[in-house]
Structures are given as structure tokens and as C-alpha cells.
């Protein structure tokens, strides 16, 4: 649990006060189905604006998370306080939500569907129509929205539910893995959307496994394992407490350096270079000399520890 | 409210303008017709002119039975459904002659004469026939029911006559002898009278359980895969974020109901157009005079009943996750709808007995019961007014709980849920 304490934000022992600038708080949120604690005594806490990451290994209670925010679930104790207020369902018009398993019906045309959405969630019929129209064109569905959704796509239906999720503007916006299934263009394209909104000052909480993502969008996250929070906090200050650990070598030739136990603790392959993980204390100009003088280097890079290390190295410690 | 209202239209619409929803409107009242037509214009088509030979000893009385017979062609029976007789033109008259030769060489030659067509039957009415009560039809086909009756009655009327005439009674006198008697039934309802038979009093009963059947049948199974789509497509969970399951259940029942409504309006103003001619003709239906009590309560009793039992497929669908475990769990609902048909005979022979009162009043039952009771005899309004009230609690408490088992189906995929897994659910989903 070294990475929980060590950073700034609260811990999932501790009991968080209310704070205004918070849209989202978990005070020892708890759900459990039977014998399964899905999630237990969760704490955490969401600031508005930007992007806030919710990681965790499968079945490590990111779905039964969100699911209790969005009101679908009830926790079997603990507090949810949305906007500062406790979760009633009146939040819900504020909340936008794209959940892991994509549905729309496949029978109604893509305008319709869309106005259908928004109208639910008190957009005007002409209203919703109008923004769905705007949004369809920024995502390239113009042609589409006279086609019933059954026709399109899987990736094309993704963008008509993320619209569906975004058109009545809302204040927070829940995304659960919302980059599976499309193609890079369209990637970008939501990327820069989810980014715009961030910086009009909506929340995002963005929920996934992809630490590639998380990384590059989010400025907090929280990791999950077994229903709890093992890691919550600013991203930028997580990665700093864990330290200048890593470093990326490529080279040619001999590789004894990298069995150099006093200095490397592990590494990683990636065929085209290595990621050497340094032992604790060690001095990275030592491995530098080693390696220099046996192998030619192309690079010698001191790096950020990546998400995914400290990912599997957090989970597999709790796990252990 | 909003939110219902937005998902009632969505269901309303979806199902209206689909092409099948066009096909059945239109093409059922079609095929319904087509069916009630078909067999009475078959039935019509064997009827032609048939053309007969009376075998007498006596051509006096072989005569009267002639008359007879073509003064009415094959037996009508007093009430509804004998519109085929009286209808034929006059080229349709059967053609019946008459044979004073009844030996054994003429019946042999007459043989002949059905086999090669010349003529389609005689009729073997000597002396000796007669006096045994026994005559015999010989044709191509054996006479059905309705040409024995007419002939039994024809020669039974000529014999009794004959008899009366021996006595001394002119023929006239007992014509007026044997005349038959009619009766006919008026029902007191709140110091009104209405004239209406047996039947008619049935034949309401049975519309209502005909239509409720259908609607019952088409929409409820309706209600149920649109619950089961929501599940399967996981469009429930963007639902549920946005509305709560009750305003979801709500919507989708009324939506759903108001389609059928639709469709049962349309054939209704279908069948008024095409049948208010023909029914303007039919006296026999004079006796059909619906009261405006009867008529609102099949309105209500049709779609309170309606409600409960599309509530109780939208609950099969909650369970269910596949269309296929929902229709092996469709007798649920089907049972309670064929038992209150079968208890239909005893509720109209003793509407008021204990066991029927307290029958009526089950939820389930109530929509063919106490509705059957009601055209009956009226029952005291207190018994109406607590079936109806206990159907509305039934519809509302069914909704709910079918609501909390919907928002639990977000959990669960792949199979049925079993009775001890729905409990725990609704567990979850308290609140």
C-alpha cells in the first residue's frame, strides 16, 4: 500500500469532508450481492471540471461504481453526494451517461432515437433536434440520420449513443470504456470532444482499463481493485511520488548489464528496446557506464514510471 | 409524468407505423370475414334447387305435403342464424312432384333415376310409411339435420292435419291448432325494460371474451418482447438513467395498450361501415340492445382487464431473457383467462350465488365475470365499484413490483431467473 499513502489525497481508510468544489463524493460507499463484495467502503472524491479516471482490473467494481452514481443500483450503505447535495434522481438531468454495454433501439432512425434522448432528459423537441442535427455533423452521421439504427455500423451507432449520452450539455458526464469499437479518426475526434468539454469546465469520468488513455487525458484518478480505492489522487503527483524509477535503454550488442542485480530490479522487453525497472537506491548513471561500455546505446532515457506499472504493481500488491 | 408520457409516444409510434401493424389492421377484419362468410356461402351453395319425387298412396295428401314443403323451403329455425332461408329467388324453388304409384318396380325405376341424376331424391311416404311414422329419404346425399327437421315437420304438420280433419276440424282450424309459440324474453333492469333473449345476453358476454383474448394475445405478447428487447439490446441502462423504471413500465403498458385500442377502434368503424347495412335489414338484432350501463362497463372491465393481464406479460418479460423461457411461462396468464371462461356457464345461470360473487372479485377474473354478471343481472354497485378497485390495485401493485424486477434485469444475462433469485433482486432494488 505504499503508493495509497504516499499520496496527497485522501486514502480509502479515511473519511472524506464534504467540499463544494466536488461533483462526485463516495463516503464509504458500499454494495455487496450475496456473498460478493462488489464494492466495499469506497471513498473517493471528484472535482469538477477535467477528466477524472476511474481504473481498475476487470470485476474490480468500476460498473457497480458508476452504476450506483447513476442511481441504477442502490448501495447497500454509505453516502453519494452529487454537486453538494445527496444523489436524488433530479440529478440525473445534469448527468450524461454512455455505460459499457451499448444499447439503442435498432428500429427507430438515428434523429428520432437522438431527439427521443434528449427529450428525456428535458430538452425540447425542437430543441434536441437541433443539437442532435449539430452533433450528427460533427461526428460525419449527416447522412444517417434518416436511417434506422440497425443499419449503421457498430462504431457509426457508438458516436449516435455518445451523442445521445452529451446533447442535453451535462454538467457531469459518465463514459464507461468510451473508445472501444472506434476507429482512430474517430477516436480523435471524441478525444477532442471529451477534452472540450473538460476545459468548458464539465466533469468526465472516464472508466476503463486502457492506461494509455488515462493517461493522456485524465488530470485525477482513482484505481480500484477489489472495491476499493488502492490509489486516488492527482495524476501528475502520483507518478511523482513513485519516482524517476524507470529507464528506457536501446541498444546493440552484449545485454549482461541487464543482469546486474544490484542495479536492475526487473525489466521489461519490448523487442525493440527495454525498460529497465532500477533496484532501490540504485544510481541510474551507474547502469549508464555498465551498458556504455559493453553495448553500443541508441538511447538512454530516464522515464516516468508508466500507469500500467504502477497499475500491475499496485494490484499485484493488494492481490498478494 | 413527462417522461411517461415521452415513452408511451415513442412505443405508440413505433408500433403504429410499422408495415405490419398497416397489414394486420387491415388484412384481419379481411381474413375474420372471410371465415364467417365462407362456410354460410358454402352451406347456401349446396342448397340449390333440389328437385324431389313424393311417393304417395294418396295423391290428395301427396298433394298438401307438396304444398307444404314449398311453402317453407327447409325448416327455419325461430332465431338468429336462419338468414339463408326466405332468401331464395324463385328460380332456387326446389321442383317436387308427386308419384301415386308405390310399387316396388317404381321405387327400383326412381333408383335409377337418382343415380343418373334425373331427379335428387324421393321421398317414401305411403300408407304404411306413415302410419309406422317412418319414411324414408333416398338421394345422392343423405339429408343433412336441417332438410330431416324440414322434412319431419312438413309431413308431421300434413299428418297432425290430416288426423285434426278426421276429427271433424277444418283445415284452417288446425292450421290455428298447431301453430307454434314463440317466446320472448324481457329483461327488467332498473325499472327499464329491454327485450333481448338468451343469446343476445350471450353474445355480449362473448364479444367481451373474444376481444380481451385478442388483445390479451397480440399486445400483451407485445409488451412482453419490448420489455425483453430494452434487456437484450442494453438500452436499459441509458433508459434507467434518464427515467425511472416505474415511469418506464407505465409508458411502455399504455403504449403498447393505446396501439391495440388503435387497432380494435379501426376494426370497430371497419365493421360498423360494412355491417350497418345488412344490420339495418336484420330485425333479429333489434333484440340486441346494449344499455349504456353494460356498454361502459365493457369499456371499463375490457380495459382494466386489458391492463392486467399485458401488466402480467410485461412482468414475464422482466424474469425472462429470452423471448422463448417468456412464451413457456405464457400459461400463467393464459390459465386464469380460460378458467374464467369455463366458470362463465355457472356465473350466468346463478349470478348471485356466494362463490360466484366472491369469484368475480378476483383480479383476474373480474374482467369476463363480474363484467358477465353485470350483463346478467345487475349486481349491487358495491361489488362493482370493489372488483373494479381491486383490479386497479392489482394493475398498480403489478407495475411496481414489475418495475423493480425490469431495473434488477440490468444485473443479469444469460438465463431465467428462478423465484428465490426474483426475491433477492427485489431486495436489491429496494428504494
Known sequence: MNFAQATAAPTSSSVISSNREDTVQLNNVRKCYDEFVAVADLNLSIKAGGIYGLLGPNGAGKTSTIRMIMGIIVPDAGQITVFGEPLIRAHMDRFGYLPEERGLYRKMKVLEHLVFLGQLKGLSGAEATKRAKSWCDRFDLTAWTDKKVGELSKGMQQKVQFIGAILHDPRLIIMDEPFTGLDPANAVVLKDVLLEMAKSGKTILLSTHRMDQVERLCQSICLINHGRAVLEGDLNQIKARYGRQNVQIKYDGDAGFLQETRLVQSFNDYGNYVEVQLAPGADSQELLRLASAKARLDKFELMEPSLEEIFIAVVGKTNA | ?431
Open chain 2, 1 to 431: 409524468m413527462r417522461n411517461t408520457w415521452l415513452i408511451l409516444k415513442r412505443e405508440y409510434l413505433q408500433r403504429v407505423r410499422t408495415r405490419s401493424f398497416l397489414v394486420l389492421t387491415l388484412l384481419l377484419p379481411g381474413i375474420m370475414t372471410a371465415l364467417m362468410v365462407l362456410p354460410a356461402k358454402m352451406a347456401t351453395m349446396g342448397q340449390k334447387a333440389q328437385h324431389i319425387v313424393l311417393v304417395t298412396s294418396n295423391p290428395q295428401f301427396g298433394e298438401k305435403v307438396r304444398q307444404q314443403l314449398l311453402a317453407a323451403p327447409v325448416a327455419e329455425e325461430e332465431d338468429e342464424g336462419s338468414d339463408r332461408a326466405g332468401k331464395r329467388k324463385p328460380e332456387d324453388q326446389d321442383i317436387i312432384d308427386v308419384d301415386a304409384n308405390p310399387t316396388d318396380s317404381e321405387r327400383a325405376a326412381l333408383r335409377d333415376k337418382v343415380s343418373t341424376r334425373q331427379i335428387d331424391a324421393f321421398l317414401w311416404l305411403t300408407d304404411d310409411a306413415i302410419a309406422a311414422r317412418d319414411v324414408t329419404w333416398n338421394g345422392r346425399e343423405t339429408a343433412d339435420f336441417r332438410e330431416r327437421s324440414w322434412l319431419s315437420e312438413s309431413v308431421g304438420h300434413i299428418i297432425q292435419q290430416r288426423e285434426l280433419s278426421t276429427k271433424g276440424l277444418t283445415d284452417a282450424q288446425a292450421d290455428e291448432l298447431l301453430k307454434p309459440v314463440k317466446v320472448e324474453t324481457v329483461r327488467i333492469e332498473g325499472g327499464r325494460e329491454t327485450k333481448g333473449s338468451g343469446t343476445g345476453r350471450l353474445l355480449e358476454i362473448v364479444v367481451m371474451v373474444m376481444l380481451l383474448y385478442m388483445a390479451v394475445l397480440f399486445y400483451g405478447i407485445s409488451v412482453m418482447r419490448s420489455v425483453l428487447e430494452e434487456k437484450t439490446s442494453r438500452i436499459i441502462e441509458v433508459l434507467l438513467s434518464s427515467a425511472s423504471s416505474t415511469e418506464l413500465m407505465a409508458g411502455k403498458l399504455l403504449g403498447v395498450g393505446a396501439v391495440g385500442l388503435t387497432q380494435i377502434l379501426v376494426w370497430a368503424i371497419m365493421a360498423g361501415v360494412i355491417a350497418f347495412p345488412s344490420l339495418a335489414l336484420q330485425p333479429d338484432l333489434g333484440e340486441l340492445q346494449i344499455s349504456p350501463g353494460v356498454m361502459a362497463a365493457f369499456g371499463l372491465f375490457f380495459l382494466l382487464g386489458y391492463l392486467l393481464y399485458s401488466t402480467m406479460y410485461a412482468t414475464i418479460g422482466a424474469i425472462t431473457t429470452t423471448e422463448q423461457e417468456g412464451q413457456q411461462l405464457q400459461f400463467l396468464i393464459i390459465i386464469p383467462l380460460v378458467l374464467s371462461v369455463f366458470m362463465l356457464m355457472p356465473v350466468i345461470r346463478t349470478p348471485d350465488s356466494a362463490a360466484v360473487v366472491w369469484l368475480s372479485m378476483v383480479p383476474f377474473f373480474a374482467p369476463i365475470l363480474m363484467y358477465a354478471r353485470i350483463v346478467v343481472e345487475t349486481p349491487p354497485l358495491w361489488q362493482i365499484a370493489l372488483s373494479l378497485l381491486l383490479m386497479i390495485a392489482t394493475v398498480s401493485g403489478l407495475v411496481v413490483l414489475c418495475a423493480r424486477i425490469y431495473r434488477i434485469g440490468v444485473l443479469i444475462y444469460g438465463k431465467r431467473a428462478t423465484l428465490p433469485e426474483i426475491l433477492k433482486w427485489l431486495k436489491y432494488a429496494k428504494a
